[in-house]
């Protein structure tokens, strides 16, 4: 018949589970396993990553997620009184029911969260369609319950969940990791099935994908809890068998109640999602006077196209904007530059700085005419193919730099035009990366802080930073690697953890603008207050979701402030009219006197000013896109040309002029 995981915490249940998604969805597969649940606590983080790898491997995906519910109602928060809560898990049978389980979860944040994000019996009621529900482990409000020894209320709570999600949806979930409450318990969650008629569902609680994995679960837990390995954290787990069992081993446990485990599968089987990608969904955006939005659109550019250029533009400036604005309205974004010229007109109205514009958006002519840009695409050769073309799967992405004081300004804008519940900023992840995973195993084998801090400085700064590379790039970490079996262990033990989403936060810039409420879309969660989208900007754009990045620029803020205190004796001081020949700023960079220069006051940075000496502002541009990983391994050959160009040499003569 088969078996699948209908109870299953990954990586995203954030330092209380150690499963990785690729990994997992290999070790089902390995198992003979069709498909498989993700069921994290009270959110739905990992969801999109584990929906396509599933796809990817031909595995069945079930999206799931374990909520808490409230003891009395989401909305009731008294100290000591609404600590308790209750284990409940929850799967989406359908488009409908992955809908209502968003809706569900993005509540239990944004109206129930108390300590926990919290659902009740009401919220579940009213979203129940599409929802297949489990019991859940010892957690659970029907085995508590039995656990106290109080059968009646277990009985009561049983038929009251098959009343709320209805006869075929709820189901008496029954475990055995070999924990003594759960073996009592177990006889009594079986008898209350034959009592009340709601079949049974054999899970294991899986936090880890091999049993001997068992040790990493139990170093999240204790950098969770600020614990140290063998303390008791309050959340210790008593056995090694909450790892991805194969069905035999799920038989063995429950081979007499053979229908518990056959009912895993009958699940599954009945649970299809289908998740959309690549579809943008664009806000609305209401054009002047009912006028057709691409009409409008295309107006503002040619008026522009005058302003920028005067009455009698250059011909080959006007066909690359009509050709700009043709394969615009052929892909359907007239209305994000739209959105986005909005905004950015908003802010320059009201004073409040705006960057030129960076990335490929700034080699678009029609975002230069429209007033996105600042900078002259056709002046600096930049290609607008780079930005969009016919071929690109995702949505084009304005970068757009705001005054960092301000940037608050321009958000609230967007949330009064589309409505608080259509604007939601963006989850970003911090991750264990190896110093910190480093200093945090170190602090939980309890490890003498010198000892960590020592193996911790050894391993290199360096961007997208492994385990991997920093062995090989560090002699010493090597050598204290392969000699002292402490540094080893600590080592070794990083290693498994490496990577992992450590807490969940706000993304500094990134804010997501929908046509219908948020929570249509996606989840939704709390960070610092702030309402945050439970996917990331990565995934949302995949979605084909509209995701902005407000950049806050501390530079614009002082130059800002610059201009103000110029123009206090010269009036009529403007930046825009300021040189970009002036020999002695030129003098400045070419002595690295570059402190407080954003982009330019790195030791490195300023390293290569000096030994470049540029004399325009190409060279600057250059330096800029030379000082980063993979191309920075290019800057002495440039210096080297740059100074003595007849020494320059291509691969093909077919790149001189493009170079």
């Known amino acids: 018949m088969g078996f699948t995981h209908l109870h299953l915490h990954s990586e995203y249940s954030l330092l209380d589970g150690a499963c990785r998604m690729k990994p997992l969805v290999c070790a089902a597969k390995e198992l003979g396993q069709t498909s498989l649940a993700v069921t994290d606590h009270g959110s739905m983080f990992g969801i999109i990553e584990f929906y396509k790898e599933a796809k990817a491997q031909g595995i069945r995906p079930i999206i799931g997620c374990e909520v808490y519910v409230a003891a009395r ?7 000591g009184v609404d600590n308790e809560r209750y284990h409940l898990v929850l799967l989406a049978e359908n488009d409908e029911g992955y809908r209502n389980l968003i809706k569900i979860v993005s509540d239990a944040w944004t109206q129930g969260f108390y300590t926990k994000p919290r659902v009740d019996k009401e919220l579940l009621a009213a979203h129940n369609e599409g929802i297949i529900a489990l019991s859940a482990c010892l957690a659970g409000e029907i085995p508590r319950a039995l656990s106290a020894g109080d059968y009646d209320a277990a009985k009561r709570l049983a038929l009251q969940y098959q009343d709320i999600f209805g006869k075929g949806n709820f189901f008496i979930e029954i475990q055995n990791h070999g924990i003594g409450e759960e073996l009592r318990v177990l006889p009594l969650l079986k008898r209350l099935s034959m009592d009340t008629g709601i079949e049974l569902v054999a899970t294991n609680d899986t936090h880890y994908i091999r049993r001997e994995d068992a040790k990493i679960q139990q170093i999240l837990i204790c950098i969770q809890t600020n614990h140290v390995l063998g303390e008791d954290t309050g959340m210790e787990f008593e056995t090694d068998e909450f790892y991805l069992k194969s069905e035999e081993e799920m038989r063995s446990l429950f081979a007499d109640v053979p229908q518990a485990v056959e009912n895993t599968q009958k699940i599954a089987e009945r649970c299809n999602v289908e998740i959309e990608f690549g579809n943008t969904k664009l806000p609305n955006f209401d054009v002047p006077n009912g006028q057709d939005h691409f009409e409008y659109f295309a107006e503002c550019c040619r008026k522009g196209l005058i302003k920028r250029y005067g009455e009698n533009p250059p011909p080959e400036y006007a066909e690359r904007l009509e050709y700009e604005l043709d394969v615009i309205r052929r892909m359907g974004y007239t209305d994000y530059f739209l959105i986005v010229h909005d905004f950015v007109d908003y802010a320059k109205k009201h004073d409040i700085p705006v960057g030129p514009g960076r990335g490929s958006g700034a080699g678009s002519i029609a975002a230069y005419c429209i007033g996105i840009t600042g900078i002259d695409p056709m002046k600096y050769n930049l290609l607008f193919e780079r930005f969009l073309n016919p071929e690109r799967v995702s949505m084009p992405d304005f970068d757009i730099d705001f005054c960092y004081e301000r940037r608050s300004e321009v958000i609230d804008y967007v949330i009064s035009k589309y409505g608080s519940d259509h604007v939601s900023q963006i989850v970003t992840f911090g991750t264990l990366a190896p110093k910190a995973a480093v200093r945090d195993v170190g602090r939980v084998m309890g490890l003498p802080y010198a000892t960590v801090d020592a193996v911790a400085k050894l391993i290199p700064f360096e961007l997208n930073n492994t385990f ?42 990134g804010v997501v603008i929908t046509r219908d409420p948020v929570k249509e879309y ?37 130059i800002d402030d610059a201009q103000k205190a110029v123009r206090e004796t010269q009036p009529e001081f403007d930046i825009e009219t300021i040189p970009l020949d002036d020999e002695d700023t030129y003098r400045q960079f070419t002595v690295g006197q570059t402190y407080g220069i954003f982009q330019f006051e790195s030791a490195g940075m300023r390293s290569v000013l000096m030994r470049l000496k540029p004399q325009v502002l190409e060279d600057l541009i250059a330096v800029i896109a030379l000082y980063r990983p993979g191309p920075m391994e290019s800057i002495d050959t440039y210096i080297k040309n740059r100074k003595h160009p007849e020494n320059t040499t291509y691969k093909t003569e077919k790149l001189r002029d493009i170079l």
Request: hydrophobic residues 40%.
């Open 73 to 79: 109602s989401r909305f009731d928060k008294v100290h």
């Open 468 to 509: 991997e590379k920093a062995l090989n790039h560090s002699p010493e970490l090597k050598e204290r690697y392969e000699s002292d079996e402490t540094v080893r262990e600590l080592i070794d033990n990083a290693i498994k953890i490496e990577g992992m989403p450590r807490h969940a936060s706000k993304h500094a810039a």
């Open 522 to 558: 996606v989840p939704l969660a709390l960070s610092d207050d702030f309402v945050v989208a439970q996917y990331t900007m990565t995934a949302l754009e995949e979605l084909g979701l509209l995701k902005m990045d407000f950049l806050g620029l501390k530079t614009l803020t002082v």
